[in-house]
């Protein structure tokens, strides 16, 4: 449930791993004490004293959690986007709007859920003109219409740094047994095959353009329009999960990252084959020595890595008009960690280390 | 579904009626257009173009959100604590903790419902040592164990100024036609009576105290007490429901400003009594003087307001153990507006503005 910061430039590998091996303890400051090991003591916690409880099927660690209510399955999460981490200040609100609902659109549909109520909690410096916030209303109007998201209420409170926060439930797919169809991030088995939708790597291309200035173009305008305004794969994540998919995540931090998270939460391993990656001809003539940097760890490209059988993605192959790209399999190799290989075999290293969500760029 | 920021001088009478009286445009501030005026603007911008939900039985401007899944009745809400907003730099992180869970507890009780799942959103600067951010899920998870809830997911994000935000689900209670059992702010008749829960003032004389400093002795550890881990009335809000009681809301803002939100969503006005308002011995001994401004205008009490016909309330009083007093009733006349009554009739006028969201103090 949490999205990437863009625009700052990631922490370097060794202050990263450097971090990673750091001991954690009780006055070590957030920044240093890395996302991954607060978040695992943070539900330890929230776990002290707590009974089991039959009726939460997935909690923490997943894209959404998902709890049933009566016999339906309900799926909830949350993202934030914040001024000057998650979103440049030069941009449209408007943009912003569109973007809080897509980001947790996505988590729903990674889910193989439809999204449907959502409550706004709204961080506002005081000096903000109303104006400013009403352009961020209509972009999050524009994306309620186009997915069938009703605000149901929110919050308001002053702060001195901008942000939104979109609370967004949905229903997940109950099949006739009256059991749930979802896809996780804990279900991936050696043999499978790695599958994502659309292209990668578009919207950390847009940023880029938009941080060079003066676009131009068509292939400009093209990557522009994939980082302000993402479209997530909710018919692609309904159609998975009708077809059997239950493993999958959507790709908000970079494939490498995200199909990471698919490995340490199956505690499997994987291998992603760079040439197999699609990349839009946009990005391949806007970026062409980046392109698969960007396509692996950019991020923010909200489309859906699926994992399953090869049998089941054919079949979703053929029986929805959803195009999907076969990139990797699944090994019992290595669990927790991705490889990828180029086409003769070679495992390369790009920039892979993703987005820490507290550290400082 | 908001709350107070109570240790902030609250603004002035005359320039919050001179901001409420300034013309709304885009380019005036947030700070100059009213929480109220705003929030009604937002919520028209969300409305353009959505089709009718038959689904959805409360949307924004009441204390939740109430949707139908399946045969059951789902209720949200959510709030936010922003440091230096809603609590003092001084605060224990184990009390803030506490409270963000009480406060949204507090909405789910106030329509009649049992809180069940939660999301917790962190934001957090670099700096924050981790042993601050776990006091702050102790008392997330001793609330969560008090309340039977369980947080089931959440995001982390990098900011500024540290804020926690909680979205709480809950489930209505449904009659056994199947209709959902919910009090709302929208139904309060003329004639009826309006009761409520507890004692009002305690938390805000436990500020008061608090901000005194060296607060010793029995009543100024209730106080404190009442301040910093408020108990919201669960039961009282389900045995509210079941007899019968269709109006309510929790007191949060003050008792003035929260029976005050009632009478404009139902289009009513209200007479409160002073001398019925219930006074804790701690509270009268600590502030003789201000004990009854500080019972109306106070804030961050978690009581209940209950609004319903005589009989009605009589019942609650008798068939539950819930102690409940009648502290005034709604009138036609004046619609919208609460009036404070003495003894002898006279109307009382108590600082009463409450409190805007994003006013600076």
Known sequence: MSIKAVYKASPTSDSLSAARTAKYNRSVKVSEAGEFELIDKLASILKQGQKADPKLLVGIGDDCAAWRVGDQVLLATTDTMVAGVHFLPSAQLRDVGWKIVAVNVSDITAMGGIPNYGLIT??????????????????????????????????????????????????????????PALMTRAAAKPGDEIAITGYLGDSAAGLRVLAQGAPVGTNATLLIQAHVQPQPKVEAGQAAVKAGVRCGIDISDGLLQDVGRICRASNVGALLYADKIPLSPALKQTFPKDAIALATSGGEDYELALVAPHAVLEQLSNSAEIPITIVGKVVSEHPGKVRLLSADGRELDIALHGWDHLRQA
Request: proline share 5%; hydrophobic share 40%.
């Open 122 to 179: 709204l961080g506002l410096p005081p000096g903000t003109p109303v104006g400013s916030v009403e352009e961020l209303y209509e972009g999050i109007n524009g994306a309620c219409n186009a997915y069938n998201i009703v605000i149901a209420g929110g919050d308001v409170v002053r702060v001195e740094q901008f942000f939104v926060t979109l609370a967004l439930t949905g229903e997940a797919t109950v099949g006739e047994s009256g059991q």
